[in-house]
């Protein structure tokens, strides 16, 4: 047989009256009347057939009965309330897989995994180290965070950063062999995380298009060039993104006070069915929310000691 309940607005009254010890504030709490309140606790009392109240002045006093109902009627609305709750937020469980630039991968998303994992505990991530805009399509990734122009179609797609480009080398490598000014980047091996536009790009900037080129190493991509800097085999491009945390480190520093715009930027993207999803929702929100928190912590990247007037940006040929 079920069990007959007491109507459920008279025990809304009650509980913020008994709480607030005020009919005023209750009335003004469940935004009615102080006359509905008084009314709607009359109905209750003669519903149980007891007293809830002793009214002595403006404040209400609990009897007995209402000391022993209020603790179960709190706990059932705080119950109704966290399941509400529950109900209409993103999942926090379930499986993502990610494809993300190497570079930022492995120099800024890793590094602030454990604020992701200390946040949603029953979201399982699987990274894939990867820049090909072909993973949106793949049905074994849900979002790609690329690098590129950004003129990817048919696909949810937002901006996530632009950046700063400017060289970067290790302090034992610069201890060895200064670098007093532009032209003695000419005596050390230049890296590069690309065809070598973007180093066109910053020297164009320096006005030294014509400094002599010694011995350079090509890399697939940017973060493993910066991993032969942080090794000391020469002189690399950073970004104001992923080489963030190495110069905050001491592990990299930045020769000259100058960079340049990258032509290119980070992107998330991903097909539309599967931004819908909560448990993507939680990870593209947690993406966004990191990168402001980074930014609002973040210093000048670009302090070196020598300084380089900039020239008017050019387009430049691939060296």
């Not at 179960?72 to 966290?82: K, T």
């Not at 060039?225 to 020469?234: F, K, N």
């Not at 006070?257 to 939680?282: G, H, I, K, M, W």
Request: glycine fraction near 6%; proline fraction near 6%.
């Amino acid at each position: 047989m079920s069990k007959r309940l007491p109507p459920l607005n008279p025990l809304r009254a009650f509980e913020a009256a008994a709480r607030l010890g005020s009919l005023s504030k209750a009335a003004s709490e469940l935004n009615v009347t102080h006359g509905a309140i008084s009314h709607q606790l009359r109905a209750l009392e003669e519903s149980l057939k007891v007293r809830l109240f002793e009214r002595s002045g403006r404040r209400l006093k609990l009897t007995p009965q209402g000391a022993e109902l209020l603790p179960a009627v709190s706990s059932a609305f705080d119950g109704i309330a966290a399941a509400t709750a529950r109900m209409t937020r993103p999942t926090s469980s379930g499986r993502l897989s990610v494809s993300c630039v190497p570079a930022l991968l492995s120099l800024w998303l890793i590094p602030r995994l454990s604020s992701f994992t200390a946040r949603f505990p029953d979201i399982s991530l699987r990274l894939t180290a990867s820049n090909d805009p072909q993973d949106i399509r793949s049905p074994d990734i849900d979002i790609c965070i690329l690098y590129g122009t950004g003129g990817w179609t048919d696909c949810w797609l937002r901006k996530w950063s632009d950046l700063e480009l400017f060289p970067v080398v290790s302090p034992t490598l610069i201890n060895n062999r200064p670098i007093r000014a532009i032209r003695d980047l000419a005596d050390h091996v230049l890296l590069h995380g690309d065809d070598g536009r973007e180093w066109n790009t910053w020297l164009a900037a320096a006005d030294a298009l014509d400094l002599t080129r010694g011995q350079q190493h090509r890399f697939s991509d940017a973060r493993l060039s910066t991993e032969a800097a942080l090794h000391g085999h020469g002189v690399a491009l950073g970004d104001s993104v992923t080489a963030s945390g190495l110069l905050a480190k001491g592990q990299l520093v930045t020769p000259f006070n100058l960079s340049v715009p990258a032509a290119d930027a980070f992107y998330v993207a991903c097909r539309t069915e599967v931004r819908s999803a909560p448990v993507a929702q939680v990870f593209i929100d947690w993406l966004y929310a990191e990168r402001d928190e980074t930014d609002a912590r973040a210093e000048t990247a670009v302090a070196g000691q020598i300084s380089i007037r900039k020239r008017r940006t050019q387009k430049v040929p691939v060296g």
